[in-house]
């Protein structure tokens, strides 16, 4: 299949790859084989798991870290309590944990495990199985482990679940035991409180059991379609059972996830040199949220070769749009997401999701510590991609961005971008300081490389990182390299300061015929500075500043006069305009409004 190939070439470059921390790159491998059955009347399930674990790091590693998310479904979890402490509490959430009955618990147990046949010591702290080794794992070996293990699903609280608010019967995301990330940082176990995730890349091969009249869609690629049907395959063997199995392999993912219910319709779209798409959405939807399941399908098309164009070319063959859980998250070749939408809404969810195949599955970023370098880049190209679909023409797509975060930056309330994910006071702090935000990385950073640097950092970007796990600093590099400047100093005043930009025009004075303008930075946030001065009589003079600490400057536009370079330390900065005062309407500031200036009032000066 022609997704071997383009894994396999991603994956050459791993072993001559340096990251950005001065050591040679490497990362872990899991392969995982898994056999599980669902009851769907108890929505209890069991199953087995065996997991080859390669230790490519440096180091001899004599514990390991499962993560059990279903766990975080009881009274009493880390996810209960912080929902119920956090100021402002997600409604999806609230209390609705705390009220479980026994028999709705979500739980993950593990009911044994063996390290190369021999039985291991483990504790299960919450949502994390801490494990300890009978030997260690040297560095350079693997090692096998066996795992029986049985669960039960939880009511859709936040992400997965049974018995959706649509009626979607099964959303299976993050239900199996999943080993935990050991990197250059240490090892990730950290546990599931309500936001990201971070997974180890590796090749899954899963037999899932259960009701015939159940469709399945999800993660990889299915090995029996004539024996499934389902609009897999024709059904050509008979089975007397009541149950079906499904198989599922797929190469180099670091997740698995599926959905299934007994009412879904399953549609398929092929992209044009690209995967097939899976849409899987229920049959008991009103007819016109059917129409725009519909009506979504050569539009998500369209996004897949959007992507695949402008930032790297999607590795796999299939892609699954599923409705399911809570409102939309990205999973391995799929999403789940609701289906009861405005057509601009399903259509805005599902472009995001999928640019996370890119920014998140691809990269496999670490989300709990970098939420923001796929969210707000998902979140940047989505809303580009739906304003050329729905036909929209602005020349502020970004507005509704730059509001939030103006909110935001004046709210007192703002934490650095760089905060963990749990450990933001609020989750509207949390939710602009990822989303929108997030997006400003990539707008800001459009704004001081130039479009050209800016859609070949994001290609140059994936060239390099895709199938590893880039840092922020990894991707900053990338834009360095492409652009020539230097921009440690915006990573770092963006993403790890709360500093904000205001520059202002101070003044402009007349001396000898000529006009003396004087500009003025107010806030602590460098950025290079436009300048428009116009005429009484239309026309326009462009000027451009460089900061000096980028060593360099973009591509000047047309009819922009490059000007000496802003020292940041100097709050303020004069330049010479040949041109009486009198003949002058204004000076502006940024008047194409593509900087995150907290403070638009002080951006003019009219004469």
């Known amino acids: 299949m022609k997704h071997t190939s383009y894994i396999i070439a991603f994956l050459m470059g791993l072993n001559s790859l340096h990251s950005q921390n001065n050591f040679e790159y490497w990362q872990q491998h899991v392969d995982y084989t898994m056999d599980v059955k669902m009851d769907v009347n108890t929505f209890n399930y069991e199953g087995t798991q065996k997991l080859i674990y390669t230790n490519n790091s440096p180091d001899n590693l004599e514990r390991v870290f499962y993560h059990l998310f279903y766990n975080a479904f009881q009274p009493g979890s880390e996810m209960d309590v912080r929902s119920m402490t956090i100021a402002d509490a997600d409604t999806r959430v609230g209390d609705r944990i705390s009220k479980l009955q026994k028999e709705d618990f979500g739980f993950l147990n593990v009911v044994s495990l063996t390290q190369n046949k021999i039985p291991l010591k483990y504790t299960t702290a919450g949502t ?155 049959k008991s939807l009103k007819r016109k949220y059917k129409k725009r399941w519909k009506d979504l399908q050569i539009p998500a098309s369209e996004i897949m070769q959007y992507y695949s164009k402008n930032v790297g070319k999607y590795p796999y063959d299939q892609y699954s749009v599923i409705q399911g859980g809570d409102g939309g998250m990205e999973y391995g070749m799929c999403t789940l997401i609701t289906g009861e939408r405005t057509f601009e809404g399903l259509l805005g969810v599902t472009a995001h999701e999928i640019g996370h195949t890119w920014f998140q599955f691809l990269m496999a970023s670490n989300e709990s510590k970098h939420p923001w370098l796929d969210e707000g880049f998902a979140e940047y190209t989505c809303t580009l991609i739906e304003n050329s679909i729905l036909g929209v023409e602005t020349s502020e797509p970004m507005k509704r961005h730059f509001n939030r975060y103006f909110e ?21 702090s949390y939710s602009i300081s990822t989303y929108s935000k997030g997006a400003l990385v990539l707008a800001q950073l459009r704004y001081i490389i130039g479009e050209e640097n800016f859609w070949e950092t994001l290609k140059k970007y994936y060239n390099d990182w895709a199938f590893k796990h880039p840092t922020p600093n990894d ?48 806030g602590l946030m460098p950025m290079p500075v436009e300048v428009q001065v116009l005429m009484k009589d239309g026309r326009k003079k462009e000027y451009y500043i460089p900061l000096q600490m980028m060593r360099g400057e973009r591509p000047l536009r047309n009819n922009e006069t490059l000007l000496e370079d802003w020292a940041w330390a100097y709050p303020e900065y004069r330049f010479t305009v040949d041109v009486n005062p009198a003949k002058i309407e204004s000076i502006t500031i940024d008047v194409n409004k593509e900087t995150a200036d907290i403070n638009k009032e002080n951006n003019q000066l009219k004469i």
């Open 128 to 282: 994390v199985l801490e494990v300890q080794l009978n030997e260690p794992i040297k560095s350079g070996e693997s090692a096998i482990f066996e795992m029986r293990f049985e669960g039960q699903v939880p009511p859709v609280i936040r992400r997965a679940g049974k018995n959706s608010q649509e009626g979607v019967a099964l959303s299976m995301a993050q239900w199996y035991p999943k080993m935990a990330e050991y990197d250059f940082e240490g090892w990730h176990a950290d546990p599931y409180i309500g936001r990201e995730f971070h997974g180890v890349w590796g090749d899954f091969d899963v037999k899932l059991t259960l009701d015939k009249n159940y469709t399945v869609g999800g993660t990889g690629y299915l090995q029996n379609p004539n024996e499934i049907g389902h609009g897999y395959g024709t059904k050509e063997t008979k089975n007397d059972s009541d149950l079906l199995t499904w198989h599922f392999v797929a190469p180099n993912v670091h997740d698995f996830t599926w959905a299934a219910d007994p009412n879904f319709v399953h549609d398929t779209l092929q992209v044009p040199d690209g995967p097939m798409l899976h849409f899987l959405y229920k």
């Open 408 to 428: 935001l930056a004046l709210s007192g309330k703002e934490q650095p971008m760089s905060t963990h994910a749990d450990r933001f006071a609020y989750n509207k």
């Open 475 to 522: 991707f900053m590099r990338c834009a360095e390299k492409t652009s020539g400047m230097e921009l440690e100093w915006f990573l770092t005043d963006w993403t790890q300061t709360t500093n904000t930009i205001d520059y202002g025009v101070k003044d402009a004075v007349a001396l000898e015929g000529q006009t003396i303008i004087t500009l003025e930075r107010i």
